[in-house]
């Protein structure tokens, strides 16, 4: 069942010790590839600075059609995705990834400003396994995107 999340900052707990927390000695044989779709430049380069002390090959978008090329040709194994922006926003960009093959599997996860429970109802529907709520913290997201990818700290 898929659920609709509304965190704020207030309701944010610490992250249980869990693989996130866990030093990783050797690199993984694998390392998962997470794509984030957003045109808000700042907050792609968070997600990168905030990332780059685990396992995650990150990559970036900063419109919905750029996002859907960058699924289709790099095959990642989480996209997350904001619901406004240029070129394809988030419902457009599930719609197109739901209907490929190559992309069909891939979870999709949709963060979004608006309070609108019928557009969070209908993103749900389309395919989305998450959709959060903007803004959100980064420790609520990355235990959402756990669920889907393992994070690996580096030494």
Known sequence: MHAIATLSNA?????????????????????????????????????????RDYYVDLLAAYHGMHGIWLATTKSPDLIVTDQRMPQGQGDYVMQCLKQRSETASIPVMILTGLRDKDLANRLLRLGAVKVL????????????ASRYIRFLRRE
Do not use: G, M, N, S
Not at 133 to 144: H, M, N, R, S
């Open 11 to 51: 309701e944010v707990r610490p992250l249980p010790l869990r693989p996130l927390e866990a030093p990783c000695v050797a690199p993984p044989t694998t390392i998962p590839k997470l794509l984030i779709i957003d045109d808000d430049p700042t907050l792609l380069h968070a997600f990168q600075l905030r990332l």
């Open 133 to 144: 709520q903007k803004p959100i913290a980064f420790q609520a997201l990355v235990a959402e």
